[in-house]
């Protein structure tokens, strides 16, 4: 008896050839859901953009001029959104002019809002329902464009003085000691505005913009250090980590790395954000369609066809939410309107 006859008596099973073998794995299919829609699935009667996520995933904050994405009375100025994508839960933020921006945990928005005499910076805690102006310099002050560390801490925002001859400030504000705290100085001779505040994860540091000179600086609120990190052209600031900082040019989008300094160009994209961690980037290529790129491995992979913003990656380059027009991009989509969708890779 031959060996091979042996081992079968002996395993009692069959010797399979190995076209017969059990093929490897393909990967999953990513999963997209459409985020922009009330509790029991009802299609949003307006349309919805300008979207971030939570770290884990499960928090998605947007704009929608929808009035049945919640029930009950909507204000005027009720725009704002957060939802819990494992409940279906969409809470409405009151006095919410613009898409607000969430904490990991998904408890503290930030969003601007009418104040007493114009528009304001106010911190939502979803938990209590408790709305707080946090711009705190009184009636002759407006504030806007605010970004919000991972655990809800901190708060950046650009302040505007109503007298002409001041300049727009960046502050951050700390919900834990309930403080203030200049941190756009700019250059000695500076009397330009400074705007347009990202602050990364950890709220360590902060990158803002020259609305002058398109100059970008970053601001180590540890160390106290000012650096000038654009590349030598008018840029505009989109996120920054807590390793990299991404920035959009009229040559295109680049990213620098804060520790090493290497710079990584990509012309002709417009870039819409970078993960928490600094290691995937997303942006928008010349036909709109949305590309997550992994900045280490080049790895690229297109996750949909609209645009994204500031905080629209979670989970490690896992999930990423966006907006969109097109109406195929899940079923049942009849609305005829801009929606938010989450992309999630499996």
Same mark, same amino acid.
């Given at each position: 008896m031959s060996l091979s006859a042996l081992l079968v008596a002996a395993l009692g099973t069959t010797l399979l050839p190995a076209?017969? +073998? !059990?093929?490897? *794995? +393909?990967?999953s299919a990513p999963k997209v859901e459409r985020v922009s829609v009330?509790? $029991? &699935? @009802?299609?949003?009667?307006?349309a919805s953009r300008t979207a971030s996520i939570s770290g884990n995933g499960r928090y998605v904050a947007f704009y929608s001029d929808a009035e049945n994405l919640t029930e009950g009375h909507q204000g005027p100025y009720d725009w704002a959104f957060v939802k819990d994508l494992e409940t279906g839960e969409v809470k409405r933020l009151k006095n919410s002019m613009a898409a607000p921006v969430i904490s990991d945990d998904g408890r503290y @928005?930030?969003?601007? &809002?009418?104040?007493?005499?114009?528009i304001n910076v106010f911190l939502t805690d979803l938990n209590t329902g408790e709305i707080k102006q946090i711009d705190g310099r009184g009636f002759k002050y407006s504030a806007?464009?605010?970004a919000i560390? !991972?655990?809800? *801490?901190?708060?950046?925002y650009d302040l505007q003085p109503q007298h002409p001859t001041d300049p727009q400030r960046v502050e951050v504000y700390d919900r834990e000691t309930d403080t203030r705290e200049v941190i756009s100085d700019g250059p000695p001779d500076s009397a330009r505005d400074m705007v347009d505040p990202s602050i990364s994860a950890d709220g360590r540091h902060v990158a803002y913009e020259d609305k002058g000179t398109g100059q970008v600086w970053l601001? $180590? *609120?540890?160390?106290? =250090?000012l650096t000038r990190i654009d590349d030598g052209t008018p =840029?505009?600031?989109v996120e920054v980590s807590g390793r990299t900082v991404a920035l959009n040019s009229a040559d295109g989008a680049y990213v620098r790395d804060l520790r090493t300094g290497k710079v990584q160009c990509f012309a002709g994209k417009d870039a819409q954000a970078v993960s928490p961690d600094g290691r995937q980037l997303l942006y928008r290529d010349a036909e709109s369609d949305v590309v997550l790129r992994d900045l280490r491995s080049g790895h690229e992979v297109?996750?949909?066809?609209? &645009? !994204?913003?500031?905080?629209?990656? @979670?989970?490690?380059g896992k999930s990423v939410v966006y907006s969109s027009d097109a109406t195929d991009v899940v079923p049942g989509d009849t609305n005829g309107l801009g929606d938010v969708f989450k992309w999630t890779a499996r």
């Open positions: 076209a017969a +073998q !059990a093929a490897p *794995r +393909q990967p009330a509790a $029991d &699935g @009802a299609e949003a009667d307006g @928005a930030a969003h601007t &809002g009418w104040g007493t005499h114009g806007s464009s605010p560390s !991972a655990n809800g *801490r901190y708060v950046a601001r $180590d *609120r540890t160390t106290g =250090s =840029s505009k600031v297109t996750v949909g066809h609209g &645009g !994204a913003s500031a905080g629209a990656i @979670a989970d490690k």
